[in-house]
Nanobody
Framework: QVQLVESGGGLVQPGGSLRLSCVAS????????MGWYRQVPGKQRELVAI???????TYVDSVKGRFTISRDNAKNTVYLQMNSLKPEDTAVYYC?????????WGQGTQVTVSS
């Protein structure tokens, strides 16, 4: 059974930084493109960033230049480095393969940006 476990969220002031981690079970990471997604209550979950098996990255416009997605296949881990955080980045952040597989969603990690 596939498991994706996110961690690293928390409360941070505007302009601050956080690094999220997503540990994947088995060999899911090495076999798939991976993505970070986020969801605000009452809104649809949105794609934030993608990293392909080859290491190419894509970002939603709102986070370009501030967020960096990376992967370490040896550690079965995908990261999201978030800098210059804004209040509108507040959300629950999830990782999943890209395109998503519904059954792979984990619990997510809460990121709150507030002064």
């Amino acid at each position: 059974q596939v498991q994706l476990v996110e961690s690293g969220g928390g409360l941070v002031q505007p302009g601050g930084s956080l690094r999220l981690s997503c540990v994947a079970s088995g060999s899911i990471l090495s076999r798939n493109d991976m993505g970070w997604y986020r969801q605000v209550p009452g809104k649809q979950r949105e794609l934030v960033a993608i990293i392909t098996r080859g290491g190419s990255t894509t970002y939603v416009d709102s986070v370009k230049g501030r967020f960096t997605i990376s992967r370490d296949n040896a550690k079965n881990t995908v990261y999201l480095q978030m800098n210059s955080l804004k209040p509108e980045d507040t959300a629950v952040y999830y990782c999943n393969v890209f395109p998503v597989v519904r059954n792979y969603w984990g619990q997510g990690t809460q990121v709150t940006v507030s002064s």
